[in-house]
């Protein structure tokens, strides 16, 4: 492979805290090239109606937003490549990036902002029916189950949020729960438990999603008892939690034991000096639009001291 260019500044990633970053980067001088991802935009592109994003009274869609943040970073020259990582170098500097196999990227200083994907339960039914009632965005899909029985599985904040979402929709939503227990705050879970149109199905295994175009029903489990029950449902939402998109980072960047990079507390650095991590890749606890953002601005921030202290900028 000799197609090889160099870049000052390399974002991977082309999320809230990938755009800011951009932004951040492209206004200072450091000539920022960004290779979006094979979801451009990222998460906020699978969601509708977005109304915690400070500076939009009247909320905007997400993929509208998202569209703005690419304009924004475009408007002070980022360059934007429409494709994926598939493999890095942090063994020596510059550092290399290697795009789609074809384009070899080195970076004086490089941005991660790859983001987190939903988890899914690995059913062979599941990966059949989705996107034909089968979800893992009740913001995004529960408009379409409106006045009908859906069921959403997981237990975590997330699933009792979304629960909650649908149940203001549904008909009925049963909550599907693998424990006894609910992992959500105890708020949530007081919220949850007292709906009266949420069923809370408690030490139970969602063993198939039936249908052949579309959901018609999930056969559950219920561990304790063994019994088997049909749940005549429409819509199968999955909550049970986000994967940070860092394989390709593996055993170059620190990371926790859910794959999430390790940053310095109050930085956006990482193990390697130069390059720096930001958004959902990094952060398992906020995981909101404006903290990923921040977080964009500070590995851009520091990503320029990076640049000035090497002589690089
Ligand atoms: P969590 O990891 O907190 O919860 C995941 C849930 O899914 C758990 O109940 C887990 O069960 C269950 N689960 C995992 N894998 C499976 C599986 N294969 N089959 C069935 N169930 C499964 O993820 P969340 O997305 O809910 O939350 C992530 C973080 O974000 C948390 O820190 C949460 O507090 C935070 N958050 C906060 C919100 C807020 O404050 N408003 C809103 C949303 C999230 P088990 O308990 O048995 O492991």
Redo the contacts with the bound molecule.
């Keep these: 492979m000799d197609n090889i260019e160099h870049v000052k500044t390399l974002i991977i990633g082309s999320g809230p805290a990938g755009y800011t970053a951009a932004v951040y980067a492209a206004r200072a001088d450091m000539k920022p090239l960004m290779i979006a991802g094979l979801q451009p935009g990222g998460q906020l592109t699978i969601t509708t109606e977005v109304e915690n994003y400070p500076g939009y009274p009247e909320g905007i869609q997400g993929p509208e937003m998202m569209e703005h943040f690419r304009k924004q970073a475009q408007r002070f020259g980022t360059d934007i490549r429409w494709s994926y990582v598939s493999s890095v170098d942090f063994s020596k500097k510059p550092y290399k990036v290697v795009m789609e196999e074809k384009i070899t990227f080195t970076a004086d200083t490089v941005i991660v902002a790859t983001g987190a994907s939903a988890?899914w339960?690995?059913l062979p039914s599941e990966e059949r029916l989705n996107g034909f009632g089968v979800s893992a965005c009740a913001v995004c899909d529960g408009y379409f189950f409106r006045k009908q029985d859906v069921a959403i599985?997981?237990?975590?904040?997330?699933?009792?949020?979304e629960a909650s979402y649908l149940a203001k929709l549904c008909n009925k939503v049963y909550m599907?729960?693998?424990?006894d227990?609910?992992?959500?705050?105890k708020a949530?879970q007081h919220r949850v438990m007292n709906t009266p149109n949420i069923e809370m199905l408690f030490n139970t295994?969602?063993l198939e999603i039936l249908g052949e175009k579309s959901v018609d029903g999930v056969k559950v489990l219920n561990n304790k008892t063994k019994e088997e029950r049909v749940l005549a449902v429409t819509g199968f939402f999955v909550?049970?939690?986000?994967q940070p998109n860092t394989q390709i980072f593996k055993g170059l960047l620190d990371m926790d034991e859910q794959g999430y990079i390790i940053t310095v507390p109050g930085t956006s650095k990482t193990n390697i000096p130069g390059v720096f991590a930001c958004g959902d890749a990094q952060d398992?606890?906020y995981?909101q639009a404006v903290t990923a953002a921040g977080t964009g601005c500070m590995a851009a921030l520091d990503a320029e001291r990076f640049l000035s202290s090497h002589g690089l900028h």
Excluded: F, N, P, Q
Aim: glycine share 16%; aromatic share 0%.
């Design positions: 988890k339960l690995g599985v997981g237990g975590g904040d997330t699933a009792a949020e599907i729960v693998r424990k227990e609910l992992r959500a705050s949530m295994e969602t909550a049970i939690g986000h398992k606890v995981r």
